[in-house]
């Protein structure tokens, strides 16, 4: 089960953080929690994933240096700090959980390769 929330309307330059609260098979077997994006009329695409294990984390290049990812595994929860948003970053953000976590981690964003989703959490970033 996987729990999104932090979604809101932000001025562009602003910032978001986004939490993931996960639980159930993520409790016992090894894991990766990602991000995906999916703005109106467009597909849904990858932006973040973190491996549960070694805390190994990818980004999507249109947010590297703006978007950071974080675990806190003591509260089962993946944090996506947003930074310097823009009018593109507005979406539906959704979290996902691989388990176990994928040889093509962070080398690939295939919807179908990821086992759990959560439900969105909206951004709205103005400008």
């Known amino acids: 089960q996987l729990q999104a929330s932090g979604g809101g309307l932000v001025q562009a330059g602003g910032s978001l953080r986004l939490s993931c609260v996960h639980s159930g098979a993520t409790a016992f077997d090894p894991y990766a929690i990602g991000w995906f994006r999916q703005a109106p009329g467009k597909e849904r695409e990858g932006v973040s994933c973190?491996?549960?294990?070694?805390?190994?984390?990818y980004y999507v290049d249109s947010v590297k240096g703006r978007f950071t990812i974080s675990s806190d595994n003591a509260e089962n929860t993946v944090y996506l700090q947003l930074n310097s948003l823009k009018p593109e970053d507005t979406a539906v953000y959704y979290c996902a959980a691989q388990v176990p976590p994928r040889p093509s981690l962070g080398s690939s964003w295939y919807s179908f390769e990821w086992d759990y989703w959560g439900q969105g959490t909206q951004v709205t970033v103005s400008s």
């Open positions: 973190i491996s549960g294990s070694d805390g190994a984390t």
